[in-house]
């Protein structure tokens, strides 16, 4: 435990309260979420595992401010939390930021341009 | 190569994650002004988080691995890179499965193979062009 660690956890925090509490675009309960983030943390083994590898690593840490835990590999669990939330605060920007355009876009011209946005966040 | 490695790994999950926007449609690459709305908090933040853990001496990075090039405060260039990166590829996959769920649910509808695999590199929705189809309706 130590100041990475804390922060971690502090970011996810921080990153779900910005979705739950003020942008709410949903996206958490949709599927296409979720399942982009399985492949997301996938992918995220062989790269992340590749910059932290102890026996020739390219991102060094202080083991002080960290539990101490890395699997797979040689990749602090940490990291995991990190990589969640700073690519769940992508989306949910993004998600925000294509609904703005749209409202906007919205105000001047009548056609349905992007449906499919708002369509598939609606989807349980 | 060595010391440019870590830009070279970053370039590669730029590279691996290109088919989905070329091939399933993410549209993410091409909505440049809608990308710099969304990213531009997160960068900011990120950074400033990198630089207080560098400062604290949290993590550092490799001489042999980095270019070397800093930004202000001592971030490496990497860094930023990473920051832009890899929520980016986070947002291709996000927006290609959103597309690939889309299709899925129009070939659960009875839509011909065909014409559902031909709007996938545009977004995997009904295309407006065939009006009134069955397709508009996938719920």
Known sequence: MGIYTLT???SVVVVLAIELLWLRT??????RYWLAMAIVM???VPVDGWLTKLSDPLVLYNEADM???RAPWDIPVEDFAFGFGMVTLAMVLWVHAGRREERRAGAGSGPATGTAGPRQEQRA | MER???LVVMG???L??????LLLGARVWRRPRRLLVAMAPLVVAYSIWDIAMIAAGSWSYSDEKLTGILLPFEMPLEELVFF???PICGLLTLEAVGNVLTALGRLRAGEPVGRVLRDLPHGGGPRPAPAGSTGAEVA
Do not use: D, H, K, S
């Open chain 2, 84 to 86: 832009v990166v890899v």
């Open chain 1, 26 to 31: 949903g996206i958490l309960r949709t599927w």
């Open chain 2, 4 to 6: 440019g490695e870590y």
């Open chain 1, 8 to 10: 971690a956890l502090v």
């Open chain 2, 12 to 14: 590669l999950c730029l």
């Open chain 2, 16 to 21: 691996i994650t290109l088919p989905l926007e």
């Open chain 1, 42 to 44: 996938g992918f995220q």
């Open chain 1, 67 to 69: 539990t101490g835990i």
